[in-house]
């Protein structure tokens, strides 16, 4: 039973760690053939990835935060009903 939770827990961690992976791959991919090219339009949609990969990256850091203060305050609510 433990192993499937953990599992579980595992399978989210992947899927949530997928796509700044792939908005990575897809940079350095339009990257690569922007340094190719010499185009413009090349260098704009590899920079568009990048971009992607930092507001994804921003937000789940800011769940995260949120997550911690929330635990936070419920812990001092169970501290303070002991």
Known sequence: MQAG???FVYLIMAAIYFFPVLYMYNFS???KKAVRSGSAQDYENGFDYLKRH???AGIVAIVILSLYVLMFFVGLLGAAMY
């Open 5 to 7: 939770i953990l599992a």
């Open 29 to 31: 991919k339009k990257m």
């Open 54 to 56: 930092f507001k994804y």
